[in-house]
């Protein structure tokens, strides 16, 4: 039988700005690990964030270079779950109120010139970083450095409208460019600037209806991002033909042994129990 892919993004944007997104520890890269934390981005008890303005301006730069909708009032949401590299526990984040809606990138594709609708971006901190699995004599063990706890991100999520891997390389690349032509944000992929998941489901070639989706988490190239997408369109359409079904999961791409393997089952919004953000007021943007 012959397949169709269906490809939709969630990039996030790790902003240029001198501090982090909700306290004034330095945001740059490079420093010793876990020196630039404090109180509040290691969500202290009794630690208070404060939203900076700096990481705002940014997205609305982005939001309106991409032509989206710029909310008038939106809302910062606790987002729960455990992640080691996470030391509150939840993130703070934007749900069903984010600052930009809608909005496409035109990108050229074989001398044509395509545009990729967008869903959304939203305002977020970024999480820590793991270190795993390493050998210390003995001993299995991972590391965690948490400066890159609290940074500022912008998460662009688009329209599932990607059909092959080659044109999510493409709009990678010019959402890279744009970035930094904004100077919003460095995009380099190596040191996490820029990372991508992808949203990945194979439908028969002619129907609309849409197959069941997996996540591939945490792609860090854009050669990776293209590697990733096409591994995983080919085992799902491989399980299809052998008779199997697609279970919905959250996956990992080994670049180096071009492997997938499960990372958990993939979860819904009701399993984050987002509610609004208690210590940070609501986010209002005038006209001007």
Not at 104 to 125: D, P, Q
Not at 171 to 192: N, P, Y
Request: proline share 5%.
């Amino acid at each position: 039988m012959a397949y169709e892919g269906v490809i939709g993004l969630e990039c996030h944007i790790q902003l240029k700005t001198r501090s982090k997104m909700f306290c004034d520890c330095p945001a740059g890269f490079g420093a010793a690990p876990n020196t630039n934390v404090c109180p509040v981005c290691l969500g202290l008890p009794g630690a208070l964030p404060v939203a900076n303005r700096a990481a705002i301006d940014a997205a609305l730069e982005l939001g309106l270079a991409l032509g989206s909708t710029i909310r008038g009032r939106s809302v910062f949401a606790r987002k729960n779950y455990f992640y080691p590299d996470m030391p509150k526990n939840y993130q703070i984040t934007q749900y069903d109120q984010p600052l930009c809606e809608g909005g496409a990138l035109e990108v050229m594709l074989e001398g044509a010139a395509r545009r990729f609708e967008l869903t959304r971006i939203h305002v977020e901190e970024d999480t820590g970083k793991s270190f795993h699995p390493e050998r210390l004599g003995d001993r299995r063990i991972s590391r965690v450095d948490f400066n890159r706890a609290g940074v500022p991100l912008l998460e662009l999520v688009t329209q599932p409208v990607f059909r092959v891997p080659a044109e999510c390389a493409a709009f990678l690349t010019a959402l890279r460019r744009l970035v930094r032509w904004l100077e919003i944000s460095d995009g380099d992929m190596e040191k996490g600037q820029l990372r991508c998941d992808a949203n990945v489901s194979v439908h028969a070639a002619g129907t609309t209806a849409l197959g069941t989706k997996t996540e591939i988490k945490n792609l860090n190239s854009i050669r990776g991002v293209e590697r990733g997408v096409t591994a995983e369109l080919a085992r799902q359409q491989r399980t299809l033909d052998e008779g199997g079904r697609i279970e919905q999961a959250t996956l990992l791409y080994d670049a180096d042994h071009d492997r997938l393997a499960v990372m958990r089952s993939k979860e819904h919004a009701h399993d984050y129990r987002y509610f609004p953000e208690p210590d940070l007021p609501l986010l209002e943007v005038d006209a001007a």
